[in-house]
């Protein structure tokens, strides 16, 4: 609800505080009196496209201020979170414009981007009028009005699932089939590839292994026949069994030597055992040196044929295991592709179904929705002495999508048998305001967290018409806040705050003033709507009469 509006050096208007109330806002005084300046700077700080030249003759910049309740589930609290800033249950909105056309914004003292300004305002104040194309005018928004007038919202999340799974099954079917394709592109080179690494088997480590076992047996080739031979000499045919007998000719002789032989004999004891350690020990290493030449010719041919595979493919002999793993799952890939591009194929139609479906669901939804809607314009249109004009909600098919496959459009003929068509097109300015109202009157709820602006709606409609105006206005207001400038007295008598806005002339400028009436001051203006300058006692008496026709509604 919009509580107050600063404005500071904007076009006529020095400096002007206005502050709002609910329910039934109305906005009188003669034509040219600052009336539309108001809104005008009303939307420049809400951030709406108007005009640029706002700035008050003779200063720098201009400002707007506007202050609105907010409650704790409105539209705006989301936004403010996705931009940053913290729930609050005032919104404070801030604008100033420059003499050279630079504007800056702030919400709650951060400054902030037009597009974050107009994302906010749009869930604050709705604008009506003959120059409306933001709300209800706009082709675009018409599905989204019939289908919160139809309150079907199940149909809705049913389409909206139905057409996510159906556009991720397409994705699926779409990847698939561009992988098979590149896959059945390699399919010669995948299965030559995959039989020759099959075939041989790769195993991650095994090049080292296989060259140190290779460099072994060939380092053994050339060192056993001196092993060999120096094996022969430590043997008993050699230097073991020269031992054996120098240490038997010792003994022989150790009586007759009175002891002189003992030390050498000994030592060549320990010499034997030494020598026999010796002989073991190259035994043992000739035979671990012994080994088959084709298992050398084996472990070379192995060898060579991994590294000649790491080449070809131009990895590292270590990697042609994870290689194999990878080519093996790609051809297995290729051989089920065909299968699940079968599925998926079978999926997409079952999605496409479901989809086709549940968006026939919405469209008869919409359909039943339209008519309703077309019956209660009906009603609201003949009070508004338009009992004659025909409106029409038109569906017709759109192009796919998570809101379904319709397009609708608000049409309108204003006589029967008369061509129909766009609202905006071919409503004249008094029709349209009405057929606005009628439609705005339809399609509210019993409460309404926007504030809605009517700009002199009842133009070119008096007497009892203004009156149906001015009643239906009044009824968009229970609840919530409607702001209306008009010029009709039958519809001023209806509000629940009467704003005055006049023109205050000098010698040297002219300004505009914005004043809150009394009971007193209302009779008066509402007697000046109704016989001009000169109000009369019989024009106060009329005023009082439609001030006290209120209480009828």
Request: net charge negative.
């Amino acid at each position: 609800m919009l509580r107050g509006l600063e404005i500071r050096n904007m076009l006529i208007i020095d400096q002007l505080d206005v502050a709002f109330a609910p329910g039934l806002n109305v906005l009188t005084g003669e034509t040219g009196a600052g009336k539309s300046i108001l809104l005008d700077s009303l939307g420049f700080v809400l951030g709406w496209r108007g005009r640029a030249d706002l700035v008050r003759q003779g200063h720098d910049s201009g400002e707007v201020t506007a202050w609105f309740d907010l409650g704790a589930d409105h539209p705006a609290q989301a936004i403010l979170a996705d931009i940053g800033l913290s729930p609050s249950d005032e919104l404070i909105l801030r604008r100033v414009n420059t003499r050279d056309g630079r504007k800056t914004a702030w919400i709650n003292d951060r400054r902030v981007s037009g597009d974050a300004l107009r994302a906010v305002s749009d869930t604050l104040i709705e604008l009506h009028g003959q120059h409306d194309d933001r709300g209800l005018l706009d082709p675009k928004g018409h599905r989204v009005l019939l289908d919160t007038f139809g309150q079907y919202g199940a149909v809705q999340t049913a389409v909206a699932q139905a057409w996510k799974l159906l556009a991720q099954t397409r994705r699926d079917l779409q990847s698939a089939t561009a992988a098979h394709d590149v896959l059945k592109a390699e399919e010669e080179f995948l299965r030559h590839s995959v039989a020759e690494l099959n075939t041989l088997a790769p195993i991650a480590g095994e090049e080292a292994e296989l060259d140190t076992k290779r460099r072994k047996m060939q380092a053994a080739e050339r060192v056993r026949e001196d092993i060999m031979r120096a094996a022969q000499a430590l043997s008993r045919d050699a230097a073991e069994g020269m031992l054996v007998d120098a240490q038997r000719w010792l003994d022989d002789a150790s009586t007759a030597a009175d002891g002189a032989l003992d030390a050498p004999i000994a030592a060549l004891g320990r010499a034997l055992i030494e020598l026999q350690e010796a002989a073991d020990g190259v035994d043992r290493c000739l035979d671990a040196m012994d080994f088959d030449p084709h298992e050398l010719e084996q472990a070379e041919e192995r060898l060579f044929a991994l590294r000649g595979l790491a080449r070809k493919h131009q990895v590292q002999v270590d990697d042609l295991a994870d290689l194999a793993a990878t080519l093996n799952d790609r051809l297995h890939s290729l051989d089920a592709g065909v299968g699940q591009i079968e599925d998926l194929q079978i999926a997409v139609k079952q999605a496409q179904s479901d989809y086709d479906q549940a968006a026939a669901a919405l469209t008869a939804a919409r359909q039943a929705a339209a008519a309703k809607l077309d019956a209660a314009m009906a009603q609201e249109l003949a009070p508004l002495k338009m009992e004659r004009a025909v409106f029409r909600t038109v569906l017709s098919p759109a192009p796919a999508g998570g809101d379904g496959v319709d397009q609708v459009d608000f049409m309108v003929a204003t006589n029967p048998g008369a061509p129909s068509g766009p609202l905006a097109k071919i409503a004249s300015g008094g029709e349209l305001s009405r057929f606005l109202l009628a439609l705005k009157v339809c399609l509210s709820g019993p409460e309404n967290s926007t504030t809605m602006i009517f700009d002199e709606i009842d133009r070119g409609v008096g007497g009892a018409t203004a009156d149906a105006v001015g009643r239906r206005l009044s009824g968009l207001a229970r609840g919530g806040q409607v702001l209306v400038v008009t010029h009709s007295p039958q519809v001023a008598a209806l509000g629940d705050r009467h704003f005055q806005v006049a023109k205050v002339q000098s010698d040297t400028e002219t300004l505009s003033r914005v004043m809150v009436l009394d009971t007193d001051q209302r009779i008066d203006e509402i007697a000046r709507m109704i016989s001009g300058d000169s109000i009369t006692d019989a024009a106060r008496a009329a005023a009082q009469q439609l001030i006290d026709g209120r209480n009828t509604l």
